[in-house]
C-alpha cells in the first residue's frame, strides 16, 4: 500500500503532474494513487524526489511500526 495519493493532495498536485514527470500512461498513475498496482522501488524513488519528499512518505505505516 503506498501513500501518493494523500502526498499529491498535500503538495496541491494533481496526478497528471506525475504523468508528465515520469512519461508514463494517465492509466499507470491511477493504478498507483488507488493502490491497485505498486511502483517499483526505481519508480517510487523517482515519484519521491519529484514530490521532495523521503520515499518512507509514500509508504503506509505497517502495524509492526506502530507498536514500536
Given at each position: 500500500?503506498?501513500?501518493?495519493?494523500?502526498?499529491?493532495?498535500?503538495?496541491d498536485?494533481?496526478?497528471?503532474?506525475?504523468v508528465?514527470?515520469?512519461?508514463?500512461?494517465?492509466?499507470?498513475?491511477?493504478?498507483?494513487?488507488?493502490?491497485k498496482?505498486?511502483?517499483?522501488?526505481?519508480?517510487?524513488?523517482?515519484?519521491?524526489?519529484?514530490?521532495?519528499?523521503?520515499?518512507?512518505?509514500?509508504?503506509?505505516?505497517?502495524?509492526?511500526?506502530?507498536?514500536?
Open positions: 500500500m503506498n501513500r501518493i495519493a494523500e502526498v499529491l493532495e498535500e503538495k498536485m494533481k496526478n497528471n503532474d506525475l508528465i514527470h515520469l512519461e508514463v500512461k494517465k492509466e499507470t498513475v491511477s493504478r498507483w494513487v488507488n493502490n498496482q505498486q511502483p517499483t522501488l526505481n519508480t517510487l524513488n523517482e515519484i519521491a524526489k519529484f514530490l521532495n519528499v523521503d520515499i518512507r512518505e509514500l509508504l503506509h505505516q505497517s502495524e509492526w511500526m506502530k507498536a514500536k
